[in-house]
C-alpha cells in the first residue's frame, strides 16, 4: 500500500510538472526556442495573480480571469517585439536573451517585492482530501491540478490537429521557409504560440503558488523541472510530457519516502539515468 | 615567362599584424606591473586584481567553450564548487598540504567533468545548455546532503592550512594574489595556445559548420570532449584559488550560478563573444558597473541583463567585435592571414 | 497586359550575388519558361519574385507595383503562389491538411478542395494519408494543389519534373494544361528543356545570373539555345 500511495502521490506531483512543461514544449516545438525564463514566467504569474488577489479581493481562481490574459499579453509582445529578432541569429542570440530576461524578470521581483516568501491562499480546498478504496488519502487540490493538466493538454492537441490555427502551427513547425510561401504570417503565428504557451504557464504559476511558497529566485528550478518532464517524456509529444511528469513526480516521490531532503535529487538522477539510457526519451516524436 | 619565375616564391601564411605587436610590447609593461604590485600596492588593490585575474580566467573558458567550440554551458559554476570543495576536503579532512591541494583541484574537476559529458552531450543547443545546470544543481545537492563536506552549512578553511602558506598576514596575502595571478595568465596561455593549435583550426571549423567539418576528416566529438574536459580542469583550479581566498564554502556560494555564470556569461557577451580580447574588455566593463552601482542592490544585475540583451540584439558581436569590425584589428594573433608578394597582386 | 514584371533584378545569397540584374517579363494569361543549368538562378529568380528573397523594392512590379520588399506572405495574398523546388509538402500534415493549408491566405477564386480533387483524382483517394507517405508524382500533385488553393493569379512552377518518371511528368504537365486554361498565368522553371518549351509560349534563358537569351518559344532555334544555355 505505501508504494501505491508513492505511485499515487508522485503522478499527482507529475501533472503539475506537466503542466509546467506544456509552455516550454510549445515555444520549442513550434519556434525551436527554448526559453530560459520559462521558469520565471511561472513565477511572475503567481506574483501578478498575488497583487490582483490584493487589489480585488478575488480568491487566486478567479484571479485567473485577469492574470491569464496578461500574461497571454506579454508572451505575445515578448515574442513580436523581442524574440522574434533573435530567431534568425543561431543558438546564441535566442538563449543570451532568454538568460538576460530571466535575470531581469529575477531581479526586478526581488526589487519589487522583496525576497520573501508569498503565498496564494485558496481557502479549504488546499487541505481538502479524498479516501479512495483501500484507504488511501489523495488530496483534492493535486487531483484537480492533475485534471488541468490533463485537460490542457487534451485542448492542445484539439487545438493542433483540428483547427486551422493547429495545422498552421504544424507546418511553420515542420517547414518555416515554406510555411511562408504558402501564406503563413510566421512572426504573428509564432507571437501567438508564445501568448497561448504563457496561458498555459500562468496557470501553472496560479495552482502552483496556492500549492506552495514562491520567491523570486524561484524560477530556475521550474524551468529544470518543466525541463526534465519535457527530456524524459521525449520531445515533440504532449501526452509524452505527461508521462515525462508522472515519472519525475514518481521518482521524486520516491526519493522523498527514503529521506525528504533527497526529493529534488531523486529526481535529477531519475532525469539523468533516462538521458543516458534513452536519449530521445521515452516515446520521442520529433525529428529535430 | 620569366614573369613566373620571378614570382616562383610561394605566399607566406602570417600570424602577427601591426597592432598585435605593439600591443605585446604594452602587455609585457602591464605584466611587470602586476607582479610588482604586492611591493607597493595595498591588500586591498590585491584583492580586486585577484578577483579580475579570475574572473578573466573563467571568461576565457566560458568563451573556449561557447564562443569557439559552440557548447554553450550554463554549469560551469559546478566545476568552480568541485575545485573549492575538492580543496577544503583534501587539505581539512586529509591534511594534504594546501600547494598540493590546488594542483590537484584542476585534474579533479577536469576528471569529473567525464562522466558529466556521457550525459550532456547527449543534448544539443539549449537543452545541452539547460542540461549542465541540472547537473550543477545535483553536485549542489549531493554537497549539501554529505555531512563530511559540512552539509548544507559548508566548511570553512582553518587556520593550520592558512598557516602552510605563511603565518605572516601579508605574506599570504601576496601569496594568493601572485597563486591566483599566474593561474589567470596560465589558464589564459593555454586558450591561447589551444586556439593557435590545429585544434584552433578545427574548433573554428566546426563552429562555422559541424557537419562540414566532420566530413572534412575533423573529429567532432572527440575535440569538443578535450575542450570540456580542459576547461573543466581549469575551472576547477580557478575554484580552488577562489575558495582558497573566501575562506569559506557552502553549496550555495560553491555552486552559485549567479556568482560564476550569469556575471561571466555577460562579460563575454558584453565584451564580445567568440574573440580572445572581448573577455577582458567585458570583464572590465563589468567591474567597473559594479563598482560603481554597488550601492543600488540587484539594480546593476538588471543594467547588465538589459546591455547583454541589446547587445545581443544589436551587435551580437559584442564591443571588442563592433572595434573589430571597424577598424580590422587584431591583437591576439590566433588568424592565420595570407601575406601576398606586391607582384602577385599586381596581376 | 503587364502582369509582372522585373526590372535590373540583383539577388544575393549573403556575399554571393546570384542574380546580376535580370530584366523578365510576364503578360496575363501566358506560360513562360525559365530555363538553364545548374546554379544559373532559376530557383533565385522564382524565390526573389515569391518574396522569400531580399530585393529592392521597385525591382519586381506587380502590376505596375512594387513588390520587392515585400514579404511572402504579403505576396501570396497578393496573388502569387509557389510550387517550391522538392515539393516541400508539409510531412505532420495529411494530404487534404496540406491543400487546406495553401487556402490559409483567404483569397477568393474558383479553386477550392472539391476542384483540386476534381483536378487530380487521385489525391482524394489519398487524402487522409501523411503527405510525404506519397509517390513522388502523387505529392507533385498536391504541391501544385496546395499552390492553387491560394487562388493565384500568378503560379511559379520550380522543377516540377524533378525525380519523376517521364508517364507522371507528361500527366502533371496535362494538368499544368488545364490550369493554364482557367487564365491563370504560369512561370515555369525546368531542367527538362523540351518540356519547358512544349508548355510554354515564351521563354528565358539564364546562365550564371544574367539572362544570356529570351524568345518565343515557336520555331526557335535549338542551337542558339544550346550556345546561350552554356554560355558558349
Known sequence: ?288 | MSDIAAESEPVRVERATKASRIFAILAAALLAILFSLPWWGDAGWMRLIAEMAYYLALAQLWNLLAGYAGLVSVGQQAYVGLGGYFLYYLTGEWNVNVYIAILLAGPFAGLMSIPVSFAVFRLRGAYFAIGTWVVSEVFSLVASLILVLGAGSGLSLTVPILREISGDRDIRDTAIYLMTVFASLFVFGIVYLLLRSRYGLALTAIRDSEPASASLGVNTFRTKLIIYVATAACTGLIGGLIFLQKLRISPEAGFSINDWTVVVIFMVVIGGIGTLEGPFIGMLVYIVLREFLADYGTYYLILLGVIAIAIMLKAPMGLWGWVVHRFDLQLFPVGRRLALKPDLSKR | MTLLRTQNLSAFYGDFQALFGVDVTVEQGETVAVIGANGAGKTTLLRTIAGALAAAPEAVLLDDAPIGAKTPHEIVRLGIAMVPEGRRLFQSLSVEENLMLGAHSGRPGPWSLKRVYQLFPRLSELRRLPATSLSGGQQQMAAVGRALMSNPRLLLCDELSLGLAPVIIRDIYQCLGAITAEGTTVVLVEQDINRALDASTRFYCLQEGRLALSAPTKNFDRAALTAAYFGL
Request: no cysteine; glycine share 14%.
Open chain 1, 1 to 288: 500500500m505505501q508504494w501505491l500511495n508513492i505511485l499515487i502521490q508522485g503522478s499527482l506531483l507529475g501533472g503539475i510538472y506537466a503542466l509546467f512543461a506544456i509552455g516550454l514544449s510549445m515555444s520549442f516545438g513550434i519556434m525551436r526556442l527554448v526559453n530560459i525564463a520559462h521558469g520565471d514566467f511561472i513565477v511572475l504569474s503567481g506574483y501578478v495573480a498575488f497583487v490582483v488577489v490584493q487589489g480585488t479581493g478575488f480568491d487566486p481562481f478567479s484571479s485567473l480571469l485577469i492574470v491569464v490574459p496578461v500574461m497571454f499579453v506579454v508572451g505575445y509582445a515578448l515574442q513580436r517585439g523581442l524574440l522574434n529578432q533573435t530567431l534568425s541569429g543561431g543558438l546564441l542570440p535566442p538563449l543570451l536573451v532568454t538568460f538576460g530576461i530571466s535575470i531581469i524578470i529575477q531581479n526586478g521581483l526581488l526589487q519589487g517585492f522583496g525576497a520573501y516568501d508569498h503565498r496564494l491562499q485558496e481557502g479549504s480546498i488546499e487541505t481538502a482530501s479524498l479516501r479512495l478504496p483501500g484507504g488511501i488519502d489523495v488530496g483534492v487540490f493535486p487531483l484537480l491540478v492533475f485534471a488541468v493538466a490533463v485537460l490542457s493538454i487534451a485542448s492542445l492537441q484539439f487545438l493542433f490537429y483540428r483547427t486551422g490555427l493547429g495545422r498552421a502551427f504544424r507546418a511553420v513547425s515542420d517547414d518555416a521557409d515554406t510555411a511562408e510561401l504558402m501564406g503563413i504570417d510566421n512572426r504573428k503565428l509564432y507571437a501567438l504560440a508564445l501568448g497561448i504557451a504563457m496561458i498555459f504557464t500562468a496557470i501553472a504559476g496560479v495552482l502552483f503558488g496556492i500549492r506552495t511558497i514562491f520567491d523570486p529566485a524561484s524560477g530556475p528550478i521550474r524551468l529544470i523541472l518543466a525541463f526534465e518532464a519535457v527530456i524524459i517524456g521525449g520531445l515533440g509529444s504532449m501526452w509524452g510530457t505527461l508521462i515525462g511528469g508522472i515519472v519525475l513526480g514518481v521518482a521524486q516521490s520516491i526519493g522523498a519516502a527514503l529521506d525528504p531532503t533527497w526529493q529534488i535529487l531523486a529526481g535529477h538522477l531519475a532525469f539523468l539515468a533516462i538521458l543516458i539510457l534513452r536519449p530521445n526519451g521515452l516515446f520521442p516524436r520529433t525529428r529535430d
